[in-house]
Nanobody, 123 residues
Framework: QVQLVESGGGLVQAGDSLRLSCAAS????????MGWFRQAPGKEREFVAA????????YFADSVKGRFTIGRDNAKNTVYLQMNSLKPEDTAVYYC????????????????WGQGTQVTVSS
């Protein structure tokens, strides 16, 4: 099992940028895909972004494509989510996740989760 701790959330205005970080510990960090999910009040948790073990391949939800980027530093056991041009609809608790896989229904799942960090975007 891997332990994940997110940081970097906060309150920003629409159009601002924010960078989330996720520090991993507990086992070999570089062994699987990493990613981010989010959950807004009253809504289900949804996939945001994923990055492959090597960092070469990245995947994004349509709602954030072109605005968010994801990166990882396997030497530092850290994964990042750079969020630009933030919108009020990006407001949610953001969760770091480990060992992401894409299921037969084309839905992303993960085996480990962080506690989440709040991102609030005001209009």
């Amino acid at each position: 099992q891997v332990q994940l701790v997110e940081s970097g959330g906060g309150l920003v205005q629409a159009g601002d940028s924010l960078r989330l970080s996720c520090a991993a510990s507990g086992r070999t960090f570089s062994s699987g895909a990493m990613g981010w999910f989010r959950q807004a009040p009253g809504k289900e948790r949804e996939f945001v972004a994923a990055i492959s073990r090597s960092g070469i391949n990245t995947y994004f939800a349509d709602s954030v494509k072109g605005r968010f980027t994801i990166g990882r530093d396997n030497a530092k056991n850290t994964v990042y989510l750079q969020m630009n041009s933030l919108k009020p609809e990006d407001t949610a608790v953001y969760y770091c996740a480990a060992d992401l896989t894409l299921g037969p229904s084309r839905r992303w799942g993960a085996s480990s989760w962080g506690q989440g960090t709040q991102v609030t975007v005001s209009s």
